[in-house]
């Protein structure tokens, strides 16, 4: 049971008395403290967040890339059936050339059908030189490194070089089912230079390392039948143009039994990925810093899964008090950005169209920089236990929820969300529908001066649980950032509580009434920051009694068209907001630090706003603001009415909105 509309407009807010400071608060870190375990499989499964740390990323000196001429290379020239020699260390059997020795080998010309194979028991590194190469293998990897101590491909400046394999392969170990890639390395391998590399990976991956995958520059472009680049231990990439388009992931590492390997770091680079899976998925942690990443995943949000209310990827759904199994079949993951522990964005410029989440953790999330577009079939950024956002851009334009977590703790930041369902949703865990509820939830808000109806059994999060949805380990905190939520559903939903010190949070809600601008099961406190929220009037809450700051919920007897403005200004005049929904409205939430005690306010609508000027419209009601919340109608102060039980807030007024403890104030339509 859920909702649609469209945006909520801020015009113009004047806080001539209003510094937002920028502040931080810790979120619940009890998650981090557990230790992993293996499964049965020796996988590891683990609530500890797994970060990547300095010492994790090494350079060698040979990564970087060196002239050769000086380094006495032996020449590999290719000669369509075969190859030719000049210097040590290889050999040639007919169409397969094997190195033997640690050293630079220099490759050019085009072999029809061979391999370039490195089987060396030396200690050294072998280095690739492509100058120029074309290897097509119908059977196997064109570029296999079989036995090394390490190996470096070097892609020669202006240089192209293509390798391609077949749809089927002799497997040289048939136990491990290798080699099973166009580039496949047992060793670390490195990637380095300015030329460029294009890859035909017909029969699975593009490029693969059972250790480490380090990319240092090039130009490379990848087709392949699965996954396009894959490191076991560790991806790193530090520089280069990376083109994928893959059946499988764009870049992924794989190692789930040792928690210090199996990352992935960026550092820079340009990326453009199309996938049918995830763009970038580490089986640990993942790190990025820098880069240009651009990423198309499962055909793009135009092809995410399509849900409507509380569809959601539940264990199950409460029907007639009865638990019944959910019938919503298991789809591959196409994520953007996935990790099974840590991501940990610090930089860097994304465009993520993905149909599955456009960021994923099954542990815990940062955002401390970066500038980052979102469209997503499934939720823009979630965390199953934190999301942390510290500064950067976040713009996610297309979502069924936006930021999804158990705790989410914003810090700085430009946020703006628009979703199909909630805007922030907490308790989401597991990537599913907010909170767990069950019987006891689903009543109707109060109507006519009736008391709610007990609540019918609900689905999972639904507005109008039971007392015992609260969860107490589910926490909103915003304490800075410009955040503005363009929801369908809920906009600030939290199975839990809501705690706001600072920074501005602007809400375009729902426009119909099982769902409000602002639910949330536990408590909101505010003791700081401007917070507007407009949406509908049948499950409006404002924050709690127990904030310090002050906040107004205005009720409207009818709905109200869509671009009326509301404008609060005090008794002097001074503006406190002025705003005009996109959308219509019937009930707005405001709290500010310019809403004091016993102080008067006159709030009116319509009107006009040129230049920053508000030319005045219809003076719709003058009051005081009593207590920490003033609730309001066309009347004037009112007293808001309880949740019935089980059921939504409701203000039992004749035909809507005429009810009992009235305030006559002096008010003008």
Not at 102 to 129: F, W
Request: glycine share 14%.
């Amino acid at each position: 049971m859920k909702r649609k509309f469209r945006g909520c407009k801020l015009l113009s807010i004047s806080l001539s008395l209003f510094l937002l400071a920028s502040c931080s608060n810790s979120a619940i870190q009890s998650a981090n403290e557990t230790q992993p375990a293996a499964d049965s499989s020796g996988s590891i499964k683990s609530s500890k967040v797994i970060k990547v740390t300095n010492d994790m990323i090494t350079y060698d000196t040979d990564d970087n890339y060196t002239l050769w001429k000086n380094q006495n290379p032996t020449y590999v020239k290719l000669n369509g059936a075969t190859a030719t020699l000049t210097g040590p260390g290889a050999e040639v059997q007919e169409n397969k050339v094997t190195i033997a020795t640690a050293g630079t080998y220099v490759i050019s010309g085009k072999m029809n059908d061979g391999q370039i194979i490195v089987d060396s028991k030396d200690k050294g590194t072998v280095r690739l030189v492509l100058n120029g190469a074309e290897i097509n293998s119908s059977n196997s990897a064109p570029v296999y490194i079989k036995n090394a101590d390490k190996a470096v491909l070097s892609l020669e400046e202006g240089t192209d070089n293509t390798l391609n394999d077949g749809k089927n392969y002799t497997l040289d170990d048939t136990a491990n089912k290798e080699p099973d890639s166009a580039v496949f390395s047992k060793s670390n391998l490195t990637i380095n230079g300015t030329g460029k590399l294009t890859v035909n990976a017909n029969y699975n991956d593009g490029i693969s390392s059972k250790d480490d995958l380090k990319i240092i520059g090039g130009s490379i472009s990848i087709n392949s039948k699965d996954d396009a680049i894959v490191g076991k231990d560790m991806v790193l990439v530090k520089d280069g143009s990376i083109t994928v388009k893959a059946g499988g992931d764009g870049i992924k590492s794989t190692n789930d039994t040792d928690e210090k390997k199996g990352f992935i770091v960026i550092q820079g680079g340009t990326f453009n990925l199309t996938t049918q899976t995830d763009g970038i998925q580490a089986e640990t942690s993942m790190l990025i810093t820098n880069g240009n990443i651009n990423i198309l995943s499962g055909g793009g949000s135009a092809n995410g899964t399509k849900k409507s209310g509380d569809d959601r990827k539940a264990p199950g759904r409460w029907e007639n008090n009865t638990e019944t199994e959910s019938t919503e079949t298991e789809t591959p993951s196409a994520k953007g950005l996935k990790a099974e522990s840590y991501i940990d964005i610090a930089g860097g410029t994304f465009k993520l169209d993905t149909s599955d989440d456009a960021i994923h953790s099954s542990n815990s999330a940062t955002v401390s920089d970066g500038d980052i577009t979102i469209a997503s079939g499934d939720d823009g950024i979630h965390a199953d236990s934190n999301i942390d956002i510290k500064n950067g851009k976040i713009n996610i334009t297309k979502s069924y929820e936006g930021i999804e977590s158990m705790v989410l703790t914003i810090a700085d930041g430009e946020i703006n969300i628009t979703s199909d369902d909630d805007g922030i949703n907490i308790n989401g865990g597991n990537d599913g529908s907010a909170g767990t509820g069950g019987p006891g939830g689903g009543g109707q808000p109060e109507e006519a001066g009736v008391p709610g109806e007990p609540g019918q059994a609900g689905g999972p999060g639904q507005p109008g649980q039971g007392p015992d949805a609260v969860s107490a380990n589910s926490m909103l905190y915003i304490n800075g950032g410009n955040i503005s939520v363009n929801a369908s559903g809920d906009g600030l939903d939290s199975n839990g509580s809501v705690v706001m010190t600072n920074g501005k949070v602007f809400v375009s809600g729902p426009t119909s009434n099982n769902n409000g601008a602002i639910d949330y099961n536990g408590t909101f406190k505010i003791s700081g920051g401007l917070l507007i929220a407009a949406g509908s009037s049948g499950m409006a809450q404002a924050p709690s009694e127990e904030s310090t700051q002050y906040s107004i919920n205005m009720n409207f007897p009818n709905l109200q068209e869509a671009g009326t403005i509301v404008h609060l200004q005090d008794s002097k005049g001074n503006t406190v907001a002025t705003y005009a929904p996109e959308k219509e409205y019937q009930s707005v939430v405001i709290s500010s630090p310019l809403l004091k005690k016993d102080s008067s306010y006159s709030l009116y609508t319509g009107g006009s706003l040129t230049g920053g000027v508000y030319k005045a419209g219809t003076k719709l009601i003058d009051f005081k603001a009593t207590g920490s919340v003033t609730w309001l109608d066309e009347n004037g102060v009112t007293t808001q009415k309880s949740f019935g039980p089980g059921g939504g807030r409701g203000f039992g007024h004749d035909g809507g909105f005429k009810g009992p403890d009235k305030q006559q104030n002096s008010s003008s339509k």
